[in-house]
C-alpha cells in the first residue's frame, strides 16, 4: 500500500474520479432496479471492518457511502473498527464489504489514514 498524501493533488484527483465512477455505477444499478417489472432486491444492514483510523478519513468513506445510490453509512462502532451500512441489496454481505473495501476504502487510504 502506499503512503497516505493528505497534500497530493493528483491523489485527492484520483480519489474524485474513482468515486464520479462509483456514484454512476451505482445510480445506473438503482435505476434498474427500480424500473424492473419485478423489484428483485433484498435490503439489509453490513458491518464492514474498518482499515481506515484517521477520523477525518472515516468520515469521508462514510460520505462517501452515504453519497452512493443504493447505500447509506448509518453508524461508526465506538472503537471506530467498524462501519454499519444499509445496502439496497445486500444478498451477498461480502461483495458489499469487498466493494466498499477495494473501492472506496482503499483510494481513501491513499489521502487520509
Not at 474524485?16 to 451505482?26: G, N, V
Not at 453519497?67 to 445496502?87: E, F, K, M, Q
Not at 461483495?95 to 473501492?103: K, L, M, P, Q, T
Amino acid at each position: 500500500m502506499s503512503t497516505p498524501r493528505p497534500w497530493n493533488l493528483f491523489a485527492w484527483l484520483w480519489l474524485a474520479l474513482l468515486f464520479l465512477r462509483e456514484l454512476l455505477l451505482s445510480a445506473w444499478t438503482v435505476i434498474r432496479a427500480t424500473l424492473s417489472p419485478r423489484l428483485e432486491v433484498r435490503p439489509g444492514i453490513v458491518a464492514v471492518p474498518l482499515r481506515l483510523r484517521s477520523a477525518a478519513g472515516i468520515t469521508l468513506l462514510a460520505d462517501m457511502v452515504t453519497l452512493t445510490p443504493g447505500t447509506t453509512a448509518l453508524h461508526v462502532s465506538d472503537d471506530r473498527r467498524t462501519l454499519y451500512v444499509h445496502a439496497m441489496d445486500a444478498a451477498d454481505p461480502d461483495a458489499v464489504r469487498r466493494s466498499i473495501a477495494e473501492r472506496l476504502e482503499a483510494p481513501t487510504m491513499r489521502v487520509l489514514p
